[in-house]
């Protein structure tokens, strides 16, 4: 039986004697290349025939354990590390799309997700079709063409915590033969996990809640293996390939040849992650499989603060509206019955740890209100134990055009929270004094 969330969070990917010299957190391998012993070896390797390591840039020890434990977290068959997560986001996307493929889309996103395909992947011949609302799933039908490749959504959405169909996406696309692609980096693996619902491809910021101490970038991709990318929609995956070939015995081989159902990993790790070449860097794994150590404890934590911090916000007069699908009051406008069904069948643990509100006296007053927290940090970043605020519009989601960012619901009045692990009532105390002055004589 496989053993539960935390202690997999503790211990996966990573046997101490085999591994790491019996050392109790995973070593550092700070170093570009290994020795490959033999030259039958060092074929065997750059062949794909045998695991191992000869450069960072295609596998790295550290990194590898960080994968492998993110892998069994979110319920994959396995996973890719990069440097960032805009470089998860970008190379799943393209991976999926490339050869002028179509991807849909919401526009309720992290803003530069959105810019990403707005504006720059058309240059590459990827287009995207948005929809309002990704959970009304006859509009998000009408958009399929033959081209279309995957749909894209965040499972819970930044700023607006608005959930995704998940089940219902996983369904449509697979009646199509398109792959779902789900950004899980608001809810995190310990609040919700997208294989489980039907998802194909998991992207997430491995430098939020993951890491949990807003001291690394990261992503990563996650496979769950299962989605069959022979179907004909997929071109690049059918394609021969040098790469994973054996040119001295004439033998050309396709990725879908090569890897089945893991195709499309082995696509990004040997095309994207090779090429781009954002690759994570050993140290940058080391803090990041430290912080995921503690994951299940500090979401948790967090999302009783959050759901606090919402409910106390519901009492101020100047907020004008709260959202965090966590509380009833908080869920999106949208269709509300579907949000409460979404909320206790995808996500009985939580929502997540992020927050937004509406204030009255638009952008002056949410000015004043950044600039008077003392407690809180006025940062973009989201998933760090410090409690971080930020004006979406100005910040996060600057780059997105103003008609999808009010479609978003990511207006100049609108302030976002990321909750921290401080306690409760100091949040509440800042939140108030800061309300306080910015209102003062205001109104
Ligand atoms: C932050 C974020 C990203 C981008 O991650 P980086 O690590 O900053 O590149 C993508 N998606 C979501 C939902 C995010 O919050």
Known sequence: MSKGFATRAVHDGYDCQSQGGGAASVPIYQSAAFD??????????????????????????????????????????????????????????????????????????????????????????????????????????????????????????????????????????????????????????????????????????????????????????????????????????????????DERHGSMVSFLDAFGKMAFLHRVHTKYLHTFGAVMSPFTAYLQLTGLETLAQRVATEVKTATTLARHLLTIPQVERVNYSGIPEGRHQGDADQQDRLASTLLPKGVGTILSFRVQGGYEQVKRIVDSVRLMSYMPNIGDCRTLIVDPARITHREVPEPYRLSAGVGDDLIRISVGLENPDDLIADLDQAFAAAYQGAL
């Open 36 to 245: 490959m012993v033999t030259a039958d070896r060092g074929d065997a390797l750059a062949a794909g025939e045998i695991q191992g390591f000869s450069y960072s840039r295609l596998a790295n020890p550290t990194v590898k354990v960080l994968e492998d434990r993110l892998a069994s977290l979110e319920g994959g068959k396995g996973a890719v590390a990069m440097a960032s997560g805009m470089a998860a986001v970008s190379s799943a996307l393209m991976c999926a799309a490339e050869g002028s493929g179509r991807l849909i889309s919401p526009v309720d996103l992290y803003g530069t997700s959105v810019d990403t395909m707005k504006t720059f992947f058309p240059n590459f011949g990827i287009e995207t079709d948005f929809v309002d609302d990704i959970n009304d799933l006859e509009a998000v039908e009408s958009l399929i063409q033959d081209n279309t490749r995957a749909i894209f959504a965040e499972s819970v959405a930044n700023p607006s915590t608005a959930i995704a169909d998940i089940p219902g996406l996983a369904d449509l696309a697979h009646r199509h033969g398109l792959a779902l692609i789900i950004d899980n980096t608001v809810p995190t693996p310990y609040l919700l996990k997208p294989i489980d619902f039907g998802a194909d491809i998991v992207v997430h910021s491995t430098t939020k809640g993951i890491s949990g101490h807003g001291n690394a970038l990261g992503g990563v991709i996650v496979d769950a293996g299962r989605f069959d990318w022979g179907n004909g929609r997929f071109p690049q995956m059918s394609q021969p390939e040098l790469i994973i070939s």
